[in-house]
């Protein structure tokens, strides 16, 4: 069931990136930042109680010019702050719903961002651990495992085996661009893992194959999850992170996503009437 859900957001955001691939990093970032923008102001419109929101930010803009104009009375004073935190504290307590609705589509686009930005591909020449971690109380000097790989991508080294780890190793070393889909035999199964090579532009990648549980799957959706018979909790390709650049600066994907989409929301809150 969570692979369906995940093979269908999947495809929603296939399609959204398939004319932005070409653009770049940071045009298509905008893009989406600029939709999020928009999604969470739309969401916090309509499950936020926008009278009380703008009752208390009034109510707090009336208090401040009273410690201002009362600033030599002690008493009033201190009656002022007492307000001002009253009313912050309601003005939080509306913000609460629509924070929380907000965190379920915020998670999900950052799971699928994750696929588009958080790793790039293997340049032609470049290395990579292809890691194995075993399902619980798996024994990696005790278990079979065959990797077969094809023609684009040569295995460097032997398996190396991690008993203490539940890990097995082996380093790969991309000899043409593409996707290419190794095959290991592990269990009586046959599990597959894409591995993709070319140039760093934008290109979706599923740097983990998860096991069979729930969050392993909701946190790692690129790909079929292994069958629990096959004895593996997951399969990695450690592939290079991707990082933004910014005037000579390297900027974390996650980084420039929130500002920007932050600042949208803030930018267009007045367009479409949303008190916040």
């Excluded at 509306?94 to 958080?118: D, T």
């Excluded at 340049?123 to 990696?140: D, H, N, Y």
């Excluded at 000097?141 to 780890?165: H, S």
């Amino acid at each position: 069931m969570t692979w369906i859900f995940n093979l269908a957001v999947g495809k929603v955001f296939a399609l959204l990136f398939w004319p932005l691939r070409t653009l770049g990093d940071w045009p298509a970032m905008i893009i989406i930042a600029f939709l999020t923008g928009l999604l969470m102001l739309f969401i916090f419109r309509f499950t936020s109680n926008q009278a009380g929101i703008r009752s208390s930010k009034n109510r707090i803009k009336a208090h401040l010019l009273e410690l201002r104009l009362y600033k030599d009375n002690l008493a009033q004073q201190l009656r002022s702050q007492s307000k001002i935190l009253a009313a912050n504290g309601r003005y939080i307590g509306y913000a609460v719903v629509p924070m929380l609705v907000m965190v379920v589509p915020v998670v999900l686009i950052l799971i699928q961002l994750g696929l588009w930005y958080e790793s790039r591909p293997l340049r032609v020449g470049e290395s990579a651990l292809l890691k194995i971690k075993l399902a619980e109380g798996g024994r990696p000097l005790e278990t079979e495992f065959r990797l077969e790989a094809p023609p684009g991508i040569e295995v460097e080294t032997q398996a190396l085996r991690i008993e203490d780890e539940g890990e097995v190793d082996w380093r790969l070393k991309a000899r043409d661009e593409g996707v290419h889909v190794l095959v290991i035999q592990a269990g009586g199964e046959r599990v597959t893992m894409p591995v993709t090579a070319g140039p760093g532009r934008l290109a979706r990648i599923a740097a983990v194959k998860p096991g069979p549980g729930f969050f392993g799957q909701l946190f790692n959706p690129g790909d079929k999850p292994i069958p629990k018979s096959a004895g593996i909790a997951s399969v990695e390709v450690a592939y290079p992170p991707r990082t933004m650049s910014l005037f000579g600066w390297r900027i974390h994907w996650l980084i420039a996503y929130f500002v920007l989409s932050v600042a949208i929301g803030f930018a267009f809150k007045g367009v479409f009437k949303v008190e916040i």
